[in-house]
């Protein structure tokens, strides 16, 4: 059975890749009166969003979902950037992060532990690999809680340096 947030994604994804952005993550909170649907978003050629593209993505999210009636309920939508410690959530975000200092939690304890912050190794298979203490860790998509680059320098100073860029500028010949 899909969930709610995996069926927001199925409408909104084709039209928001439409306006060059991709989904990060989709979640719904419960609030006191009423649900909150968090959607982060990011430039695919940037890796990052402007205000004024989230209003218009907002825009957009609304009104597929005011048809669709996916959510049950009242909700507030917010749409907004990942940031610079973005949710890492699908194979590629971890790849695209490998060799950046990153914290996970897992669901179920791996080798005794649920935390871990190491250096981000990467994904093989089904699996996303990250060095802690000189040991590597072996963790299962699946059983991914949740994680997120640590803020150090060097992961500033990759997303100064444009490193996060979804598509490089290719070079002009003169």
Not at 53 to 61: F, K, P, R, Y
Not at 80 to 100: C, H, M, Q
Not at 155 to 162: C, N, S, T
Request: aromatic share 4%.
């Amino acid at each position: 059975m899909q969930t709610t947030e995996a069926k927001i994604e199925d409408v909104i994804a084709k039209p928001l890749a439409m306006k060059g952005l991709g989904v990060v993550q989709i979640r719904i909170l419960q609030g006191t009166k009423s649900k909150k649907v968090q959607i982060l978003l990011e430039d695919t050629s940037t890796g990052s969003i402007t205000l004024d593209q989230c209003a218009d993505a907002s825009h957009t999210i609304s009104a597929i979902l005011d048809v669709e009636d996916v959510i049950p309920g009242r909700y507030d939508l917010e749409v907004s950037s990942p940031g610079i410690d973005r949710p890492l959530v699908k194979a590629e975000d971890f790849a695209t992060y490998a060799g950046f200092e990153t914290s996970i939690e897992v669901n179920l304890p791996v080798e005794g532990r649920r935390r871990f912050r190491g250096q981000l190794i990467g994904v093989e298979g089904n699996e996303v690999r990250i060095e802690v203490d000189r040991t590597t860790y072996a963790l299962p998509l699946t059983n991914i809680r949740q994680a997120k680059p640590v803020v150090t320098e060097a992961l500033m100073k990759a997303h100064k340096d444009g490193h996060f860029r979804k598509h490089k500028p290719t070079e002009t010949l003169h």
